[in-house]
C-alpha cells in the first residue's frame, strides 16, 4: 500500500491502519518518518495524559476506567501502555496481557503496548511519534501509561500535557516510592485503593508534602477506587478543568522543546549506528593509546559522518 493510501486510512481512524502504521514507528523504519510527515500537521487536538506511579498501585485498572468514562462522553480514547522492562511488544507477551485488560472490549477506546527496544531515550522518542499518529487518527484522548519509577516517568511527563501520579497505601513507609524530585512532575494526585487502611494518611503526606513546595499551588489530591470507579469521575474532571485552563501556552513551548530534543536525539544515535564499525574500534583504539581524547575522535567522526552526507 502507498504511504499516502495509509495515512488517509489512518485519518480515516481505521484501526488495522492505525496498528500498521504504529509498527512502522516502533521498528524505527524510514517509511515510519515518512508517514508522520504526512500525518503531523492533522494532528495537535488530542488531550494527551500520562498516568504513571509504582508497579501495582493500580494504573491499568485506573486508566481503563478513564477510557470508559470518555468512551461514553463520545470521546475515541488510545491507550499506550509503555513497559521499558518488557522486551516483547506488538503482538508478544505484553500484548496478551493487553487483550485481557477490560479496556479492549470497550467500543472507540484503542488500546497498544510499547516495550524497550534499544535505549530508554529510544522509547520515549517512538513513544512521541505514536502519540502523533493517534492525534491525527481522530483520537480526542490520548494516555501514555508507565510502570516502573524513576527515568521513565519522567520521559513521560515530558511527552504528556497532563500528568497523573499514582499512589497508593501498603508500600511500606510514607515514601511511597515515589521520589521527592518525582512529585513536581504531578498535575493530579491519585491516591488510589483508598478501600484499604492507610489510605487517609497517605493522602494527608501527599498534602504535606506538596504544600512544601511555596512555589505551587497545591495540585489536586484526589482519593480513588480505581477497582470500584469510585473517585474517578472527579479525576476525569480535572483532567478536562487543566486541559482547558491557563498555563497551557507554556506547556505546549516546554512540550515542543522536548519534542525537537527528542527528535534531534533519535537521530543522533541513528547516526551512531551508520558510523563504519572499524571507524568506531579505531577510535577506541586511540583513546586506549591515548593518541586522541575521546572528544577529538568523538569530533572527527562527526565530521566523517557529515563529509559523507549522512542522514
Ligand atoms: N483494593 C484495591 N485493589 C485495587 C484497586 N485498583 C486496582 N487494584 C488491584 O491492584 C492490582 C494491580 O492493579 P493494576 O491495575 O494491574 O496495577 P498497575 O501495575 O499499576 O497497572 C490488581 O490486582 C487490581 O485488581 C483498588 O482501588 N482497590
Ligand atoms: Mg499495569
Redesign the pocket.
Known sequence: MKLADLAERIQAGHELSIARGLTLIEDNRPEGEALLRLLFASGGKALVVGVT??????????VDRLAEIWSQNGWRTAIIAVDPSSPFTGGAILGDRIRMRQAASIPGVFIRSMGARGSLGGLASRTAEAVHLLDAAGFSRIII?T?GVGQSEVEVATLAGIVVL?HVPGLGDDIQTIKAGLMEIGDIHVV?????PGADRVKAHMIAMLGMDEKRPLPPVIS?????GEGLGEVALKIEELGQGEGQEQRRKAWSQRQLELAILNRMQGWLQDLPQEMLRDGERQIIERVASPGEVAEALIKYLLASGTK
Open positions: 506511579g509504582p508497579p501495582g498501585s493500580g494504573k491499568s485498572t485506573m501509561e510502570v499514582v488510589n485503593k483508598s478501600d484499604l480513588v477506587v480505581a477497582a470500584t
